[in-house]
């Protein structure tokens, strides 16, 4: 079982920028293919970026965003700069036990509660 605790959410302007945190358990971090995603009001999640030794990103989100992370700190990060008011949303973080990327929500199995993220205009 891997437990997921999203941080760093907040408000911020348009333009600005945002780092997100994500704490895992478990002892094998470093075998997961980690997540992000996001909600936004009516609308289903979607895909962000997704890491493990390759990486991948949402086409909305390339040249913008940055995942990253640290497995000695069991931690994965994204950095999000020049946001935008159509990035408001819930963003969740989500592990893989399989090894191989996916942009698919349903191939995820663990999931964190989310955390928001707000961006004026």
């Known amino acids: 079982q891997v437990q997921l605790v999203e941080s760093g959410g907040g408000l911020v302007q348009s333009g600005g920028s945002l780092s997100l945190s994500c704490a895992a358990s478990?002892?094998?971090?470093?075998?997961?293919?980690m997540g992000w995603f996001r909600q936004a009001p009516g609308k289903e999640r979607e895909f962000v970026a997704a890491q493990r030794y390759a990486t991948v990103y949402a086409d909305s989100v390339k040249g913008r965003f940055t995942i990253s992370r640290d497995n000695a700190k069991n931690t994965v990060y994204l950095r999000a700069n020049g946001l935008k008011p159509e990035d408001t949303a819930v963003y969740y973080c989500?592990?893989?036990?399989?090894?191989?990327?996916?942009?698919?929500?349903?191939?995820?199995?663990?999931w964190g509660q989310g955390t928001q993220v707000t961006v004026s205009s």
């Open positions: 989500a592990a893989r036990s399989s090894p191989v990327l996916t942009r698919s929500t349903s191939e995820y199995n663990y």
């Open positions: 478990g002892r094998t971090f470093s075998s997961y293919v």
